[in-house]
């Protein structure tokens, strides 16, 4: 399997398209080919490419920084003398200072697959700048780790925000260069763009399921150690807005919840007496930990780590959004008075308490804590959104199943 990237650096005819032109990339540390050369690097090291500039995405060009709304400032590079513009510093969208250093933008950002995973709206702020200033946009095409399915609630008109781009469900099941064809058509922006598609990814192929077999993994985000946490994200990326830990602090972040005041056997047991059918696809194990830094440092935490890994992993009855849900409301139902949801700022959203953020809307939140909610209310509301997306983006897939 090639990236676009590979496919870029060994292919002169499509290297061709940019002779002549100033080159820019965006990129973060998981922006490497396949011999975990990082891009700049490797674009730098072609005699038949000028790269002039370069971008980095929340959590920096270098992915040193650890949590929401820790910023970013512009700098040089220091071995090229080429700007680093900072996409997650005093601004979110480039400027149009930065946007006069290239001709070209070449996207290179290793994504999760999930609608709250910020370099998806770095995305289309890039595709709608390079639109507004006549650049072209070319996306160096990588795996979607998550693979195909779709899953959880599209946000709602006037939820959008930093971490909710579109009407997308928070498992979109796309890849960047197939959701940049989605933003064009969507957004009706009029700009040239060209994806260097991968060669042989292969989203249906087991046991890899996304992640091809023969690739390393590199975090593209601090709290992205592997391909376990890439699965269980579009579930466990809900924590952020709770008064849970999502792990932050630990070796396992994103894969786990737990804190101080929980019963974790409890809550298992209630989950199973809910809705079994959510909790399949992967293996359930209480567990304690202490975190580091972040909510409940140094405390001793009772929690709930999510395998979706080994033997018992399956890909498609693997429903990571509908498994953090219920395990929400089994907290709710054995604890009413709970303080469930975490009440701060989130990714520049003042006015919002963090969960309804995260997920669009309202519809989540006000199910957890409605006592007389049954699974079947989330559900029905669910598959009607899952069904349409499905539908709506069978023209802007480039690989098939």
Known sequence: MKNGIDRLLRDKDIR??????RVALVAHPASVTDDLTHSIDALVACDD????????????????????MVETPDEIDPEYNIPIFSL?????????ESMETFDVI??????????????????????????????????????????????????????????????LPMRHGLTMGEMARYFVKECQLDVDLEIVAMDGWRPDLAPEFGWPADRIWINPSPNAPNVM??????????????????GRGTTRPLELFGAPDINTQAILNKMEQLAPDWMKGCTLRPCSFEPTFHKHVGQLCHGIQFHAEGPDYDHHAFRPWRLQSLAFK???????????????????????????VINGSTLLREW??????????????????????????????????
């Open 16 to 21: 061709k398209k940019l002779h002549g032109k």
């Open 49 to 68: 490419i000028e790269l002039t500039a370069a971008f980095g995405p929340q959590h920096g060009l270098k992915g040193d920084k650890q949590d929401n």
């Open 88 to 96: 997650y510093g005093e601004v979110r969208r480039p400027t149009a």
């Open 106 to 167: 070449l996207f290179d950002l290793q994504d999760l697959g999930c609608r709250i995973y910020t370099y998806l709206t770095t995305l289309r702020y890039m595709l709608e700048a390079c639109a507004e200033h006549g650049k072209e946009f070319w996306v160096l095409d990588r795996p979607n780790p998550a693979g195909r399915p779709i899953e959880g609630l599209s946000l709602r008109p006037g939820w959008e925000s930093f971490v909710g781009a579109a009407a």
């Open 229 to 246: 946490m890439a699965r269980a994200y579009a579930g466990t990326v809900m924590l952020e807005g709770t008064m849970l830990s999502e």
């Open 330 to 356: 089994a907290i709710r139902l054995l604890q009413p008075d709970y303080p469930l949801w975490r009440d701060f700022p989130y990714e520049y959203e003042y006015d919002k308490l963090a969960i309804d």
């Open 368 to 401: 957890v804590d409605d006592a007389g909610a049954e699974l079947g209310d989330l559900e029905a509301l669910t598959v009607v959104d899952e069904i349409a997306w499905r539908e709506q983006i069978r023209d802007f897939v480039i690989y098939p199943e």
